[in-house]
């Protein structure tokens, strides 16, 4: 997966048109983006449309982002949409393991009750939304087969800070943000899932967008959420991994294999070892996740 995008759950126009933006997965949102009195409305609309998109294909990835597991909110949204069967479940305003733990207790319950596979649906956690958060990274590694990946968010953190801007005059996040950032890159490694970047929330600089993505793939991150679907095209871009690149792995792998037992081989004048190995599988594990 390399961009996932939100779609309000109330909203059956962009639903719709959602489906259309080439996003390898679709998050259908119930939290921020619809309002309280909206939300038993967009419960229905977001079941009714996650079993019609279900059937067609290709298709992207259908994921539902629910209601935080404080706001009381979370059993509704589940009872209302599981039965339709989203692929996964975005939690939002995780605080660590514990609560993806919760969340997948609430998930067995609907699965038996809806005939769905048991530990079938997904979780994404996004892993940063208060200062509270921060300290709980480390618990998400071996917390839950069900999670799939960690993500981060800057827009709720600044409201918990009570900060006056995520970002500094020239664009680029602040400090606390950078700190999230960077968390949540090293404990969904720790983890074993994919790290995911935040959105980009001003749609409409691409160029702005490209060169946060870049930044984002080049540390490691496997994907980047989006708030729009004109970012889909630049963020698919940027995270497809180059022929020139997948050529380069592969023959990383292959110099090792001519070697068996070797901590250092050359290749085309350069030495490697164990790390650039390793660099180079998991390119291609990430391409092999990847729509063709």
């Known amino acids: 997966m390399r961009s996932a995008l939100f779609v309000p759950g109330d909203d059956e126009k962009k ?3 959602a489906l259309l933006s080439g996003a390898d997965a679709l998050i259908v949102d119930l939290e921020d983006s619809v309002a309280l009195a909206a939300k038993e409305r967009a419960r229905r609309i977001a079941a009714e449309f ?3 998109a279900a059937s067609q294909t290709p298709r992207p990835r259908l994921f539902l982002r629910v209601n935080p597991l404080e706001s009381g909110l979370t059993d509704a949204d589940l009872d209302a949409v599981m039965s339709a069967a ?3 479940v975005v ?4 605080l660590g393991g514990a609560s993806v733990q919760q969340l997948g ?11 769905l596979g048991d530990g079938s649906t997904r979780i994404f956690a996004i892993a940063t939304e208060s200062a509270r958060a921060l300290f709980g990274m480390e618990s998400y590694r071996g917390c839950s087969p069900r999670l799939e990946g960690l993500a981060w968010g800057g827009e709720d953190l600044s409201a918990d ?9 020239d664009g680029a996040y602040a400090g606390p943000y950078n700190l999230a950032r960077n968390l949540t890159l090293v404990g969904a490694t720790a983890a074993n899932v994919a790290p995911i ?3 980009f929330t001003n749609f409409r600089d691409l160029e702005g967008l490209r060169a946060e993505a870049i930044a984002a793939r080049r540390d490691g991150f496997w994907a980047k959420m989006a708030i729009h ?5 630049v963020i698919n871009e940027v995270f497809t991994p180059t022929p020139e690149t997948l050529a380069r792995a592969r023959a990383i792998i292959a110099a090792f294999a001519a070697a068996p037992g070797a901590g250092v081989v050359a290749l085309d004048g350069e030495m490697l070892d164990r790390p650039h190995q390793l660099r180079a599988e998991r390119i291609l594990a990430r391409a092999r996740t990847q729509p063709d």
Do not use: F, H, M, Y
């Open 15 to 17: 639903l719709a048109k």
């Open 197 to 199: 970047d935040t959105v």
């Open 161 to 169: 800070l009570g900060a006056e801007s995520n970002r500094l005059p």
């Open 91 to 94: 939690l939002p305003k995780s």
């Open 105 to 115: 207790v609430k998930l067995a319950v609907r699965e038996a009750l809806c005939g």
């Open 229 to 233: 679907p004109a970012q889909i095209p």
């Open 86 to 88: 989203p692929e996964g």
């Open 50 to 52: 996650l079993r019609a």
